[in-house]
Nanobody
Framework: VQLQASGGGVVQAGGSLRLSCAASGRTFSIYQLGWFRQAPEKEREFVASVGRSDSTTDYAPSAKGRFTISRDNARNTVYLQMGNLIPEDTALYYC????????????????????WGQGTLVTVSS
């Protein structure tokens, strides 16, 4: 599956932003989808993931309560709604897809994801 992220931009602290990630291919619904981010001079880190339906989600502690991940399988798109943004959220945000495996309970590691989008930049000003 090929992924294309969009929706990044500059926003003031306390503001909101919604990222989108459009996927190609007809098998979109079978993938676990995730968002990661990489801040300047830091390693890429997990933000959120969603299973085949919106009922199965997982969040990094930094995102819980402020960000919401969702997917629209009919539109082959995954979203990351971000609220109450802080300057520490400034980063390049990547969407990614992982093959769902029966024995795996969570998808928070980069190595689990086999397809990546190109990244979209989010800048939060103070």
């Amino acid at each position: 599956v090929q992924l294309q992220a969009s929706g990044g931009g500059v926003v003031q602290a306390g503001g909101s932003l919604r990222l989108s990630c459009a996927a190609s291919g007809r098998t979109f619904s079978i993938y676990q989808l995730g968002w990661f981010r990489q801040a300047p001079e830091k390693e890429r880190e997990f933000v959120a993931s969603v299973g085949r339906s919106d009922s199965t989600t997982d969040y990094a502690p930094s995102a819980k309560g402020r960000f919401t991940i969702s997917r629209d399988n009919a539109r082959n798109t995954v979203y990351l709604q971000m609220g109450n943004l802080i300057p520490e959220d400034t980063a390049l945000y990547y969407c990614a897809a992982a093959t769902i495996k029966p024995v795996v309970a969570s998808y928070t590691r980069e190595a689990q994801y086999t397809s990546w989008g190109q990244g979209t930049l989010v800048t939060v000003s103070s």
